[in-house]
Nanobody, 117 residues
Framework: QVQLVESGGGLVQAGGSLRLSCAASGSIASYNAVAWYRQAPGERRELIASIPRGGSANYANSVEGRFSISKDNAKNTVYLEMNSLKPEDTAVYYC???????????WGQGTQVTVSS
């Protein structure tokens, strides 16, 4: 059973930065893609960043230029560097791995990010 465990969330002031980590129990190099989603209260879960295996990162317009996704295959960890945070970035952030036709197969439990104004 693949497990993904996020960490690094917390409370930060607007304009600040956070780095989220997602540690995988398996080899992330074997996944065809890894991604970060977020879900704000009352909103749908939103794909904000993804990296396909051997490809370039893609970002939602809402985070383009402020967030950066990366991965360390040796550590089996995916990162999300978040800069210039805004109150509207407040959400639970989830990492996901291995994209199937029906969506990502594996999910973490989420980590809360709260940005105060």
């Amino acid at each position: 059973q693949v497990q993904l465990v996020e960490s690094g969330g917390g409370l930060v002031q607007a304009g600040g930065s956070l780095r989220l980590s997602c540690a995988a129990s398996g080899s992330i190099a074997s996944y065809n893609a890894v991604a970060w989603y977020r879900q704000a209260p009352g909103e749908r879960r939103e794909l904000i960043a993804s990296i396909p295996r051997g490809g370039s990162a893609n970002y939602a317009n809402s985070v383009e230029g402020r967030f950066s996704i990366s991965k360390d295959n040796a550590k089996n960890t995916v990162y999300l560097e978040m800069n210039s945070l805004k109150p509207e970035d407040t959400a639970v952030y989830y990492c996901a791995a291995d994209r199937w036709t029906t969506g990502f197969a594996y999910w973490g439990q989420g980590t809360q990010v709260t940005v105060s104004s």
